[in-house]
C-alpha cells in the first residue's frame, strides 16, 4: 500500500456518529487531510449480527484502503466491539478503534473503581468494553445499560429537550445507583448528550468522551509511525455516503459544527 505523511486518514461509520471523532481530529491535527465514509444505506449497525457487522467493514475498509489512507479509524464503537480484530488481520494497515482508547480514560479516570458505560445493543452485548477495562485493571466494576433510542433523538436535534431527559433518567437511574464515578459515552452519537447526561448523573460523575480519546491516540500513533503530516498548507476533507447525503448534510454540519464541502455518494464494493 502507497503511504506517505500526507497520506489521509481514513474514518467509517455506520452513518454520521462518527463525525464526532473527526471533528476532533480536526481539532487536534488540524493540517491531517481525512476521507469520511458514512455507510447510511445500511445504518444502523447496533441491530445487526456480529458476522454482517464484519462484513460491512471489511467492505468500508476496503473502500478507504483504495484511496491510500495512511491509517483506519473504525469510528463506530458496534464496528469497532466485533470486527476491529479481523479487520486488523486482514488488512495492510494500521487500525485505531474507539473501544480502547475510551476504555484506557476510564480506567485512569475513576477514584472509585465503578464506572458505567451505555452504548447501542450489539455494543453493550459484546462486553468490549467491560474486557477492554478489566485487562488493564480486574478490580474495576464495570456497570453496562443500552439506551437506543439516543440515536436517533440526537439525530432528531433533540439534544437539549425535556423528551430526552426523561429518557435518559429512565435508562441511567440503575447504573447512577450504582455509585458510579465515571460514565463511558460508548456511541460516537453520545457526545453530543453531555449537558443532559451530567444533568442526570450529577456534575460529579466524569463523562468519558470516546471521541476525544480516539483522536488523542491517533495522533499519538502517526507520530510514532512518523506519519504526522507536516504541512502547514489547507486540509483537504472528503465524505461519501452509500445512500442520499441530504440528511447527512443537514445532520452533519450541525455535528460538526462547519459545512462540508465535497461529498459524494458511492456504492461499495460487495464481498463474494
Not at 465514509?37 to 445504518?43: E, I
Not at 432528531?156 to 445507583?177: C, F, H, K
Not at 456534575?203 to 507536516?230: C, M, P, Y
Amino acid at each position: 500500500m502507497l503511504m506517505n505523511s500526507s497520506s489521509p486518514i481514513g474514518i467509517f461509520d455506520s452513518g454520521i456518529g462518527g463525525l464526532t471523532v473527526l471533528k476532533e481530529i480536526f481539532s487536534k491535527l488540524p493540517h491531517e487531510h481525512t476521507i469520511y465514509l458514512g455507510d447510511t444505506a445500511r445504518v444502523p449497525y447496533g441491530i445487526r449480527s456480529p458476522e454482517t457487522v464484519t462484513r460491512y467493514s471489511f467492505e468500508n475498509t476496503r473502500f478507504l484502503s483504495a484511496r491510500q489512507i495512511k491509517i483506519l479509524i473504525i469510528a463506530c464503537n458496534t464496528a469497532s466491539s466485533v470486527s476491529l480484530d479481523a479487520v486488523r488481520e486482514h488488512f495492510p494497515v494500521s487500525v485505531v478503534g474507539v473501544i480502547e482508547p475510551g476504555a484506557k480514560a476510564a480506567a485512569a479516570a475513576t477514584q472509585n473503581k465503578k464506572v458505567g458505560v451505555i452504548g447501542t445493543e450489539a455494543t453493550v452485548k459484546s462486553n468490549s468494553y467491560t474486557r477492554a477495562i478489566h485487562a488493564i485493571d480486574e478490580s474495576i466494576a464495570v456497570f453496562s445499560v443500552p439506551c437506543p433510542l439516543f440515536v436517533p433523538i440526537v439525530e432528531e436535534g433533540w439534544t437539549d429537550d425535556r423528551i430526552t431527559e426523561m429518557v435518559a433518567e429512565r435508562y441511567l437511574s440503575a447504573i447512577r445507583e450504582k455509585g458510579i464515578d465515571t460514565l463511558v459515552l460508548g456511541c460516537t452519537h453520545y457526545p453530543l448528550l453531555k449537558p443532559v447526561l451530567t444533568k442526570v448523573m450529577g456534575s460529579s460523575v466524569r463523562l468519558i468522551d470516546s471521541a476525544i480519546e480516539t483522536a488523542r491516540q491517533i495522533r499519538d500513533t502517526l507520530t510514532s509511525l512518523s506519519l504526522l503530516n507536516g504541512s502547514s498548507g489547507p486540509a483537504r476533507h472528503e465524505f461519501f455516503v452509500t445512500d442520499s447525503p441530504d440528511k447527512f448534510l443537514s445532520v452533519g454540519e450541525r455535528f460538526l459544527g462547519r459545512k462540508i464541502e465535497h461529498i459524494e455518494m458511492t456504492k461499495l464494493e460487495m464481498e463474494v
